[in-house]
C-alpha cells in the first residue's frame, strides 16, 4: 500500500469507526433514560458494549491484517513510561485546571461525570470498566491502527492529528487541551517503540490513578464535612499559582522522562559533528518512507472532523446551559 492510499485508508477507517462508536453510544443512552442506573453499571455497558465490539475488535481485527508491528518491550522501558506518566499526569491534571478556571470565570459549568458509589462498587470490576478496558481499546484504535496508517506523514504530524482526533472524540471540550495533550504523546510513544504496551500501561495508569484520587476524595468525608473549608472560597490567584507550579514541574519531569524512553526503545542518539543537538534516529527506510509524504486532509478526514467539532460544540454549550442528568443515574 502506497502512502497516500494508507493515509487515506486510516482516515476511511476512523470516520466507519467514529460512526459505529456514535451509533452504538446513542443505542446505549436510549436504554439508560428508559430508566435509573447506577453508574457503575454504565461503564459496564459502554465497556462490554462499545468499546470493545466497537472500538477494540475491529481495530485488532484490521492491525493483524495490515501486519503492523508490535514489538516487546523491556523493563528499562516499561519503568521510563510509569516516569513518563508522572510528567503527563502533572501536565494535563494542570491544563484541565487552567481550562475549568477559564470556563467558570466566562460564568459555565462543567458537567459532572457520574462515578461509581465506591462503598457499593466492586473495585476489580471497576478498574475493569474504567481504566483497562477503554486503555487496551482506545490504544489499539488511536495508536495501533489508525497511527500506523498515517506513520507516511511523518512523526510529528502524525502524533498530532492522532492527539487530535483523540482529543476531539471524548468530546469533552474543557479536557481537550489535556487529552490532545496525552494523544499526542501516546502518539510519540507508540510511535518510537513500535509497540502498544508502553502506551496502553500509561493510558491505564493515568486511568487508574485518577480514580484512586476520586475514591479517596469520595471516601474522606471529613474534608467535606468540615464547615470552615466547605465555606472556604479559594482566590482564583491562588488556584492560579498552584496550577503553574503544577505545569512547570509537569513540563520538566516529561522533558526528561521521554529522553529516557527514547534512549530506552534504542530511537536516540547523538552526533555532535553532524547536527550538533539530540536528534531522533530514522533509518534510510524511514527517510525513503517519508520522501514524499501526503496529505491527510482526505474527504473521510474532513467528515471525521467536523462531526468531532459538532459534537464537542454542543457539549461547550451545555456548559452555559446545563441538562440535568439526575433522573438518569441514581
Same mark, same amino acid.
Given at each position: 500500500?502506497?502512502?497516500?492510499?494508507?493515509?487515506k485508508?486510516?482516515?476511511?477507517?476512523?470516520?466507519?469507526?467514529?460512526?459505529?462508536?456514535?451509533?452504538?453510544?446513542?443505542?446505549?443512552?436510549?436504554?439508560?433514560?428508559?430508566?435509573?442506573?447506577?453508574?457503575?453499571?454504565?461503564?459496564?455497558?459502554?465497556?462490554?458494549?462499545?468499546?470493545?465490539?466497537?472500538?477494540?475488535?475491529?481495530?485488532?481485527?484490521?492491525?493483524?491484517?495490515?501486519?503492523?508491528?508490535?514489538?516487546?518491550?523491556?523493563?528499562?522501558?516499561?519503568?521510563?513510561?510509569?516516569?513518563?506518566?508522572?510528567?503527563?499526569?502533572?501536565?494535563?491534571?494542570?491544563?484541565?485546571?487552567?481550562?475549568?478556571?477559564?470556563?467558570?470565570?466566562?460564568?459555565?459549568?462543567?458537567?459532572?461525570?457520574?462515578?461509581?458509589?465506591?462503598?457499593?462498587?466492586?473495585?476489580?470490576?471497576?478498574?475493569?470498566?474504567?481504566c483497562?478496558?477503554?486503555?487496551?481499546?482506545?490504544?489499539?484504535?488511536?495508536?495501533?491502527?489508525?497511527?500506523?496508517?498515517?506513520?507516511?506523514?511523518?512523526?510529528?504530524?502524525?502524533?498530532?492529528?492522532?492527539?487530535?482526533?483523540?482529543?476531539?472524540?471524548?468530546?469533552?471540550?474543557?479536557?481537550?487541551?489535556?487529552?490532545?495533550?496525552?494523544?499526542?504523546?501516546?502518539?510519540?510513544?507508540?510511535?518510537?517503540?513500535? =509497540?502498544?504496551?508502553?502506551?496502553?500501561? @500509561?493510558?491505564?495508569?493515568?486511568? $487508574? !490513578?485518577? #480514580?484512586v484520587?476520586?475514591? /479517596? &476524595?469520595?471516601?474522606?468525608?471529613?474534608?467535606?464535612?468540615?464547615?470552615?473549608?466547605?465555606?472556604?472560597?479559594?482566590?482564583?490567584?491562588?488556584?492560579?499559582l498552584?496550577?503553574?507550579?503544577?505545569?512547570a514541574?509537569?513540563?520538566?519531569?516529561?522533558?526528561?522522562?521521554?529522553?529516557?524512553?527514547?534512549?530506552?526503545?534504542?530511537?536516540?542518539?547523538?552526533?555532535?559533528?553532524?547536527?550538533?543537538?539530540?536528534?531522533?534516529?530514522?533509518?534510510?527506510?524511514?527517510?525513503?518512507?517519508?520522501?514524499?509524504?501526503? =496529505?491527510?486532509?482526505?474527504?473521510?478526514? @474532513?467528515?471525521?472532523?467536523?462531526? $468531532? !467539532?459538532? #459534537?464537542?460544540?454542543?457539549? /461547550? &454549550?451545555?456548559?452555559?446551559?446545563?441538562?440535568s442528568?439526575?433522573?438518569f443515574?441514581?
Amino acid at each position: 500500500m502506497d502512502n497516500r492510499n494508507s493515509v487515506k485508508s486510516g482516515s476511511r477507517f476512523f470516520l466507519i469507526l467514529l460512526l459505529v462508536y456514535l451509533a452504538a453510544s446513542t443505542v446505549l443512552s436510549l436504554f439508560i433514560t428508559s430508566g435509573s442506573i447506577s453508574a457503575m453499571w454504565l461503564y459496564g455497558l459502554s465497556a462490554v458494549f462499545v468499546s470493545v465490539p466497537c472500538m477494540f475488535v475491529p481495530s485488532i481485527a484490521v492491525f493483524k491484517k495490515q501486519g503492523f508491528i508490535n514489538k516487546k518491550v523491556g523493563i528499562k522501558t516499561i519503568l521510563c513510561s510509569v516516569f513518563l506518566l508522572v510528567g503527563l499526569y502533572l501536565l494535563s491534571t494542570s491544563i484541565g485546571s487552567i481550562a475549568s478556571i477559564l470556563i467558570q470565570l466566562l460564568g459555565g459549568h462543567e458537567l459532572d461525570t457520574p462515578l461509581p458509589n465506591m462503598s457499593e462498587a466492586n473495585p476489580i470490576l471497576t478498574i475493569l470498566f474504567i481504566c483497562f478496558i477503554p486503555a487496551v481499546a482506545e490504544e489499539t484504535m488511536f495508536r495501533g491502527v489508525i497511527l500506523n496508517f498515517h506513520k507516511s506523514l511523518g512523526r510529528t504530524k502524525c502524533a498530532v492529528i492522532n492527539g487530535l482526533l483523540f482529543g476531539l472524540m471524548h468530546a469533552n471540550p474543557s479536557g481537550l487541551p489535556s487529552l490532545f495533550l496525552i494523544g499526542y504523546f501516546l502518539g510519540l510513544v507508540a510511535y518510537d517503540s513500535e =509497540s502498544l504496551y508502553p502506551g496502553m500501561i @500509561i493510558h491505564f495508569l493515568n486511568n $487508574l !490513578v485518577s #480514580l484512586v484520587l476520586y475514591m /479517596f &476524595m469520595a471516601s474522606d468525608t471529613s474534608i467535606i464535612s468540615d464547615s470552615s473549608l466547605a465555606q472556604a472560597e479559594i482566590p482564583v490567584w491562588l488556584d492560579l499559582l498552584i496550577v503553574f507550579g503544577m505545569l512547570a514541574v509537569g513540563i520538566i519531569i516529561t522533558f526528561f522522562a521521554y529522553r529516557l524512553f527514547k534512549k530506552s526503545v534504542g530511537k536516540y542518539e547523538r552526533n555532535e559533528e553532524k547536527y550538533g543537538v539530540d536528534r531522533f534516529f530514522e533509518s534510510d527506510e524511514e527517510i525513503a518512507l517519508y520522501a514524499q509524504r501526503p =496529505s491527510v486532509a482526505s474527504a473521510s478526514f @474532513i467528515v471525521s472532523i467536523i462531526i $468531532l !467539532v459538532f #459534537l464537542n460544540a454542543i457539549t /461547550f &454549550m451545555t456548559y452555559f446551559w446545563p441538562v440535568s442528568l439526575d433522573g438518569f443515574f441514581k
